[in-house]
């Protein structure tokens, strides 16, 4: 089995700033994608950031240039920094990871983090 725990989320003033982690373990042989998500009160999850193995980036238009999406590959981590925040960015932020557990296969299967609330207030 895989677990993903987020940590970082929190009270931040608008115009703050707040770095996200998710950490990997269990069973891991290796990692493709791994990426952010939220979800805001009453509605869909939305993408955030995603990252490949080669460490190439796609972002979200509402938050291209103020996040940014990294990984640490040695500590199967990976991070959200997010920058020049405001109210729209308050919401639950889930990261993902797609994980290959057995080496008799090719299959990478996606697990998910528990969540961790990030609040963007005065």
């Known amino acids: 089995q895989v677990q993903l725990v987020e940590s970082g989320g929190g009270l931040v003033l608008p115009g703050g700033s707040l770095r996200l982690s998710c950490a990997a373990s269990g069973t891991i042989f290796s990692i493709n994608s791994m990426g952010w998500y939220r979800q805001a009160p009453g509605k869909e999850r939305e993408l955030v950031a995603v990252?490949?193995?080669?460490?190439?980036?796609n972002y979200a238009a509402s938050v291209k240039g103020r996040f940014t999406i990294s990984r640490e590959n040695a500590k199967n981590t990976v991070y959200l920094q997010m920058n020049s925040t405001n109210t729209e960015a308050t919401a639950v932020y889930y990261c993902n990871a797609d994980v290959r557990t057995d080496l008799r296969l090719r299959t990478y299967f996606r697990y998910w983090g528990q969540g961790t609330l990030v609040t963007v207030s005065t």
């Open positions: 990252i490949t193995s080669s460490c190439s980036t």
